[in-house]
């Protein structure tokens, strides 16, 4: 238990439109068969992502009514679960970020954690070693949204890409991302993050 | 949390008991408030002896205090309205029952020995047989009820003070006797149960006198009873409600700390026993199972229950928190539970406690607003308890604890429910709580983030969903219930599975009948989850446990419940349209399945209409035909089915498309329909029964309807572009609903063949007609697909695709159509095809020539039209003209302003259909150059549409020049006459006496004459034939003209034809003779120049057309006025004129030389005649000499003196000849200095005549000098005559050459 750690379980990205832009499932580590497999399928994930949604709004019209959340940041959303908890960024341009951690998604080998994990269990009262081992601060995610939004602007400065196609300004949906390079970065930054990194 | 044990949750409140009123309803109390059977025989029993008051008063104040019950108020120190005290409620009338403070002895037990008497216990507690918890267990919720429900920490008797005071001392005395009798019994029982006593008073509280009595009283049987002057009340009758709160408020709030108080003592005992440290002995020794009594750790647990539980009572909640903490710690210690195996019901009894400790745990927390904390502790009990259960029972594998984990989750969602956080309730719009200041900047788990309960009625869910699983997967063996199976099995089993608070495995999943209901329990939890997602308006959340939900009313068979469910999610939800597909085809397929169930038709072809795309993943073996939709479902009437746009994403998409951004009325426009399938790629064909397209304007919709064609279109193609014609629906015919709903409008039919295969794309060309101006736009394709089961109608809002419009060219080429608004065409108004032509019209138009201008009126409609004309010249000073239309009679236009000049609406008659009508218009000769807008408008209307007034506009530019420029040049001449002596009587001039003064004398004076050359120059495009060129002298009365002799003039008749841009040359000589000779002053020469000529197409035109004579030319005149000469000066003039002689002398110089010319021929002699006139009344004397020169020579008189009378002249000649052939050379060296520069010149002005002129003869310059002799001035020798010209430096005069 104590011995894993948080790692990003999916990466989303929502256009201006509501609409899916990309999407990028990571495997997190299955204690039961002790390997690697995602902990939701593509169709759960993409119900999570989707359930963002409600927060984005909820927090865009707190923010609009606090004149708050210029940065886009918007931190936890919500946890879905005790495992998995969704973080999420708003550019302004409408476009949004999620990130999907799962909380238990990776085993770490290592003496000090076990360790930490034991005493924390011994102590009993200090629940809080336990909860340094595999909890997040505030603002973890940055980096991760910071390489997001990069790969994005990346994205955007290619001529070819016509970002008009993908959220329609007036409108509705609009078609995925494609680009290779993108979903590369996306599984980069994805399969980089390890708590407390502070760029990717 | 209505799992765990009655009482074993509950909030711990003060417990208030109310004694000795009518209770208006027997309380029918809880189990937990009532004994137990065993131990109701013991009980003690406290009553009273006085009956139970009934009056309004005592109900008055009972109702108050049971309404400030606080047993079910939110258990959080943050309430808004402070309370200064807590009560839990309840009353008796006259008699309670209070549990045996010690339990008695087993049944048939003997004590050892009686000499040490046994030691009895309470009957909770693990040391008494009787109690469950004998002989080592730690504590049951038994204890908690006991507490709760049964032990009052404050008795609280009504008694009535009686008014009257004959009886009062009586009633007084029963009072106290009541009040000491309780008091005894209650210390009989050892409960240190407070007593307080309230007195309901019959007096009015007004008169101070009774109030003294009352106190009097009051004070008797406070001391009577020993009673603390804090545990008797008082409530004066008759006061106001407000007064009985007042004094009800005030004795609860005394209450209060009493009971406190109370509860304050039974804790301090219970800290008390743990500090001895010793584990007490049950009162007998057990002799069954192990014999194993309590340890020392479990009796700390006990005692550290009991001390958290007090202070609980006391909301002392962090003295609780720690004591429950360090209880709990024990209990999981490896000195309590790892002791304790699993098999044993004290394991279950353990965990109990260990979740009630939680529990407990948790609510202290909620209760001080450690919101992280809580979510912590809870997640730390159940790792606690998971690591417990996996090591020392059976693991965390099996659906026990699947079904804790989902009840731990509801425990939470019920505990902050409880707790009534304000900050999470659904106003708030909050979702999860940040963490409390503490834990602020820790690492924290997100879930510790305090959520809302929706998330944890979720997480239940789940677990209740593992739960199943894990019950599905208990082999049959265990679930044959046990009496089926064999002993060897039950035996086998009867360990296996942990039971902990969930049914034995053969009632968890029985075999043959049904066991526990998960999908009931899931169903309920999401509902409850989705409730609160929806509260805070997490709606896509909410569907997505919608999602879940309508899962498992599928797998329970509840079809019309998941229709219900996903419905509303289906066609509000925007999954489909924002590109969730896999949501939306989850959502879809669900949706199809229950509706087939419950055989809604309608639902079902929606479904299958909308899985026909192929945005979904393709589901193997599914028929993907529309068609066959309805093949399992029942259906009692023929369903029809019309999809609105925007419901759902349909597969199959519509385009419109005008060709042209505008078109006319009563013309027709392109358009493109084009209809494309996206289904999946082997379903099949959809048949389309009818398209229709509705519009916006001037056109209602258009029809296509389907028609099979011959040849089977290639399924392969990818668009099928067919050319629809359309034609408008008869009315009345065969009417479809849309035609009868049309009205008045238009609508077309077509047909073609509407089968979609998927992947294809259907276009159709078609000529849409215009009819009215305006505006006409595509709004909607609605598709019919008609079956033999259902109906089915797609409507499709056309939409505009911003400027990438593609208009299909071939099947395989497209073209984008760059337009803002291809589905809209603007109509303008019909346009007029009646024309006007000019048919023949000139290239240019003069002055002084009347212009006839020539329309054709052509009427390009179909049918013939009435028209009306409106010309209109605008232009400065338009002349006025003349209309002639055939059959009609010539109007004359109006002038309306200075520059215009219009006809209005002249009627021109009806025109039949592709005729022309020629109107003319006459513009009289316009005198000066000028430019005119001609505007004519038609304005004609049609037999079919008399209305409307259609007009055709022509504008015509019409430039007026002058055909003739001219400069003049007016010559001196000789006058050959003599002129009239002043010195003669008869030239006196006798003024005419009488009328005839108006009749000219004819003239008397001196006459000149004068040669006027004119130079005109054709300004025409073309040429003119010039027929006649004259002058007009205007009369003057100072003098008398005559034309005599014109030069340069057309030969007669026939005229000349003069080439633009060329210069023509008329000479007018000219005779000017004053009336009077007394006369010297000017006279002015006013002539105007007169050119006739005409175009020379005219006649011949005329000629060609032949019908009619020839029409003579029309002559114009055109008159240019040339400036005014003055002519008659008085300052004396040198003319000088020469004429040529051959063998002959010229013996006067008047003889033209003309006739000369003819006369004679031979060696040419020139006669040069110098004659001075000297019009001036004065006597003149002029000198004359003559150089001689090399370029000729001269006879006459070199030097010589001529004196003028006044008014005379007198002429010197001279003869010439030139000289020798050495002089043609030296042309250029005329006379003295003649400079070459100027010879040049002289040569540029006249080329070709000077060449002619050189060869046959040489200008030569004589040096003659005329001398006033009395002014001494020179006098300038004036040209008069041909063959003399002026020069730069004097006369020169013509010398032809010898021979």
């Known amino acids: 238990m104590a011995t894993t750690i948080p790692s990003i379980a999916c990466l989303g990205v929502i256009g201006r439109n509501n609409n899916p832009l990309h999407t990028s499932i990571f495997p997190s580590y299955d204690p039961a068969t002790n390997s690697l497999r995602p902990v939701r399928t593509p169709l759960q994930f993409s119900l999570i992502l989707s359930s963002t949604l409600d927060i984005f709004d909820l927090r865009a019209r707190q923010n609009a009514a606090a004149g708050v959340g210029l940065t886009g940041d918007l931190g936890l959303l919500h946890a879905v679960d005790d495992r998995l908890a969704a973080y999420g960024f708003e550019t302004n341009t409408g476009t949004r970020f999620v990130v999907v951690v799962d909380m238990r998604g990776r085993r770490v080998d290592g003496a000090a954690a076990a360790a930490a994990a034991q005493t924390g269990a011994a102590e009993g009262s200090s629940k809080r070693v336990a909860g340094a081992a595999t909890g997040l601060r505030e603002g973890e995610m940055r980096p991760v949204f910071k390489a997001m939004q990069a790969a994005y602007i990346q994205l955007m400065q290619n001529p070819f890409f016509e970002p008009d196609e993908h959220s329609p300004p007036a409108g509705q949906g609009g078609k995925r991302i494609t680009s290779k390079k993108f979903a590369e970065e996306m599984r980069r930054i994805g399969e980089g993050w390890t708590p407390g990194a502070v760029s990717l | ?1299």
């Not at chain 2, 709580?433 to 009625?457: D, F, I, N, T, V």
Request: net charge negative; with cysteine; aromatic share 8%.
């Open chain 2, 1 to 1299: 949390m209505d799992e765990y044990p009655e009482g074993s949750l509950d909030n711990s409140i003060p417990f208030l008991l109310t004694f000795g009123t009518r209770t208006t309803t027997e309380e029918s109390d809880s189990p937990a408030a009532t004994l137990s059977h065993a131990l109701k025989d013991e009980a003690i029993l406290i009553r009273s002896e006085l009956e139970p008051l009934d009056s309004d008063q005592a109900r008055a104040v009972l109702r108050y205090i049971k309404d400030r019950d606080a047993s079910n108020l939110p258990c959080s120190a943050r309430d808004s309205v402070p309370r200064r005290y807590r009560f839990r409620v309840r009353s008796a009338e006259r008699s309670i029952l209070l549990p045996p403070r010690r339990a008695r002895l087993p049944e048939g037990y003997e004590p050892p020995s009686p000499t040490q008497p046994l030691v009895l216990h309470s009957p909770y507690s693990p040391l008494s047989p009787i109690s469950t918890l004998y002989p080592d267990g730690i504590i049951d919720p038994n204890w908690l009820r006991k507490h709760q429900y049964l032990i009052p920490s404050v008795l609280l008797c009504f008694y009535s003070l009686v008014a009257d005071p004959t009886l009062s001392t009586l009633c007084d005395n029963q009072i106290k006797t009541d009040i000491n009798n309780i008091r005894a019994l209650l210390s009989q029982s050892g409960y240190k149960t407070r007593l307080a006593v309230v007195l309901l008073s019959e007096h009015g509280s007004s008169s101070s006198h009774a109030s003294d009595g009352v106190q009097e009283r009051l004070e008797i049987i406070r001391r009577g009873c020993g009673l603390d002057s804090k545990a008797l009340f008082l409530v004066p009758a008759g006061g106001s409600q407000e007064e009985l709160e007042r004094v009800a408020e005030n004795m609860l709030t005394t209450l209060y700390a009493v009971a406190i108080d109370y509860y304050r003592d039974l804790g301090r005992h219970s800290r008390k026993k743990r500090s001895r440290g010793v584990a007490p002995q049950p009162t007998v020794p057990p002799t069954s199972g192990t014999s194993q009594t309590l340890s020392l750790a479990g009796w700390n647990v006990r005692y550290d229950f009991k001390t958290a539980v007090f202070a609980e009572y006391r909301l002392e909640m962090d003295v609780a928190l720690r004591s429950y903490e360090l209880a709990y710690e024990n209990l999981l210690s490896s000195e309590l539970m790892e002791l304790i195996p699993s098999w044993s019901p004290r394991w279950n009894e353990g965990r109990l406690l260990a979740d009630t400790l939680a529990v407990r745990c948790l609510r202290c927390l909620l209760w001080n607003g450690q919101h992280s904390a809580a979510a912590r502790r809870w997640q730390y009990h159940r790792e606690r308890l998971a690591d417990l259960v996996d090591r020392r029972a059976r693991g965390t594998n099996n659906y026990s604890w699947e079904a804790w984990e989902a009840r731990w989750a509801v425990v939470m969602a019920d505990l902050i429910d409880r707790a009534g956080i304000a900050e999470l309730a659904p106003s708030s719009q909050r979702l999860y709580l940040p963490p409390e200041k503490s834990a602020m900047g820790e690492r924290l788990q997100p879930w510790e983030l305090l959520h809302h309960k929706g998330y944890w009625y979720r997480l239940a869910a789940t677990h209740v969903q593992a739960r199943r699983a894990f019950a599905h997967a208990i082999p049959d063996d265990h679930r044959r219930s046990p009496g089926d199976s064999p002993a060897t099995l039950v035996a086998k089993s009867a360990f296996a599975y942990d039971t902990y608070m969930c049914p034995e495995p053969y009632e968890e999943y029985p075999l043959r009948r049904p066991g526990v209901n998960h999908g009931r329990i899931i169903i309920d939890l999401l509902t409850r989850a989705r409730d609160e997602f929806l509260k805070r308006n997490q709606v896509r959340l909410a569907a997505e446990v919608s999602l879940d939900c309508a899962r498992e009313l599928a797998m329970t068979e509840e079809w019309q419940k998941a229709v219900d469910l996903l419905r509303p999610l289906w066609k509000d939800l925007p999954f489909r349209s924002e590109g969730w597909t896999a949501i939306a085809e989850s959502l879809t397929w669900g949706l199809r399945a229950a509706a087939a169930q419950i055989d809604d038709a309608e639902l079902v072809i929606l479904a299958d209409w909308a899985l026909l795309s192929r945005d979904f993943t393709k589901r193997p073996n599914w028929h993907y035909d529309i068609s066959k939709a309805l093949d399992d479902v029942d259906v009692s009437s023929k369903p029809s089915v019309s999809v609105r746009d925007g419901q759902f994403q349909s597969f199959i998409s519509a385009a419109f498309l005008f060709e042209g951004e505008e078109g006319r009325a009563g013309q027709s426009v392109r358009s493109q329909l084009s209809i494309t399938s996206n289904a999946q790629p082997e379903s099949a064909p959809v048949v389309l029964g009818s398209v229709y397209l509705s519009f916006h304007g001037c056109l209602d919709g258009i029809i296509l309807r389907h028609q099979k064609s011959e040849q089977p279109a290639s399924a392969r193609g990818k668009s099928i572009i067919s050319t629809v014609a359309l034609t408008r629906q008869a009315d009345g015919g065969a009417n479809t609903e849309k035609s009868a709903e049309d009205g008045s409008g238009l609508t077309l039919l077509g047909s073609a063949d509407l089968t979609l295969h998927p992947g294809q794309s259907l276009v159709f060309n078609m000529e849409v007609p215009l009819r009215e101006p305006g505006e006409t736009r595509a709004d909607t394709v609605t598709l019919h697909v008609g079956y033999d089961d259902f109906d089915l109608r797609q409507t499709i809002t056309l939409q505009e695709r911003g400027g990438k419009s593609l208009w299909h060219i071939s099947p395989s080429r497209t073209k984008i159509l760059p337009r803002p608004n291809p589905l809209a065409v603007r109509v303008l108004p019909r346009p007029p095809k009646m024309e006007i032509r000019r048919p023949v019209w000139k290239e240019q138009y003069y002055t002084d020539e009347p212009i006839d201008l020539e329309f054709g009126i052509e009427n390009g409609e179909d049918i013939e039209a009435l028209a009306k004309l409106d010309v209109v010249l605008f232009g400065e000073k338009p002349p006025s003209f003349t209309l002639s239309v055939p059959g009609h009679e010539d109007q004359i236009s109006s002038n309306v302003r200075s520059e215009e000049a219009r006809i209005s609406a002249a009627p021109i008659g009806t025109i039949a259909s592709a005729q022309s009508l020629p109107v003319r218009l006459r513009l009289p000769p316009i005198d000066r150059p000028s430019g005119y807008d001609l505007t004519l408008k038609v304005t004609y209307f049609l037999p079919t549409n008399p209305g409307t007034p259609i007009s055709q506009n022509a504008v015509f530019q019409l430039n007026v020049v002058n055909p003739f420029e001219a400069n003049y040049e007016l010559l001196p001449r000789l006058h050959p006459e003599q002129w009239p002596s002043l010195f003669d009587p008869g030239n006196v001039v006798i003024p005419p006496a009488g009328d005839d003064a108006e009749s000219q004398p004819p003239p008397q004076g001196i006459s000149q004459a004068w040669c006027l050359v004119t130079r005109y120059a054709s300004f025409a495009a073309e040429p003119l034939r010039v027929t006649d060129v004259d002058i007009v002298i205007h009369p003057s009365p100072a003098a008398q003209y005559s034309l005599t002799r014109r030069t340069g003039l057309p030969s007669s008749g026939v005229g000349r034809l003069v080439p633009p841009q060329t210069i023509q040359e008329a000479a007018f000589d000219l005779v000017a003779k004053k009336a009077t000779i007394d006369d010297r002053g000017h006279a002015p020469l006013d002539v105007s120049l007169v050119i006739r000529w005409a175009r020379p197409g005219d006649a011949k035109a005329a000629g060609e057309e032949g019908a009619e004579p020839p029409a003579p030319e029309k002559i114009n005149t055109t008159t240019l006025p040339i400036p005014r000469f003055n002519v008659f000066g008085t300052e004396p003039r040198v003319l000088a004129s020469v004429s040529h002689h051959r063998r002959r002398r010229s013996g006067r110089s008047k003889e033209g030389e003309e006739e000369e010319d003819q006369e004679y021929v031979g060696a040419p002699f020139v006669t040069l005649t110098i004659t001075i006139e000297n019009a001036s009344t004065h006597f003149l004397t002029f000198g004359l000499s003559m150089e001689p020169s090399e370029m000729f020579a001269f006879s006459g008189p070199k030097q010589t003196t001529l004196s003028l009378l006044p008014v005379s002249r007198r002429s010197v000649r001279y003869r010439l000849l030139a000289v020798g052939d050495e002089a043609e050379g030296s042309a250029s060296g005329i006379g003295q200095g003649g400079k070459k520069e100027e010879e040049e010149d002289e040569k540029k002005k006249d080329g070709r005549e000077k060449q002619e002129e050189e060869a046959a003869g040489v200008w030569v310059r004589p040096a003659l000098v005329v001398r006033d002799k009395y002014f001494q001035k020179v006098l300038r020798v004036i040209p008069a005559s041909e063959g003399v010209r002026a020069g730069k430096e004097g006369f020169e005069v013509w010398l032809p050459r010898l021979g």
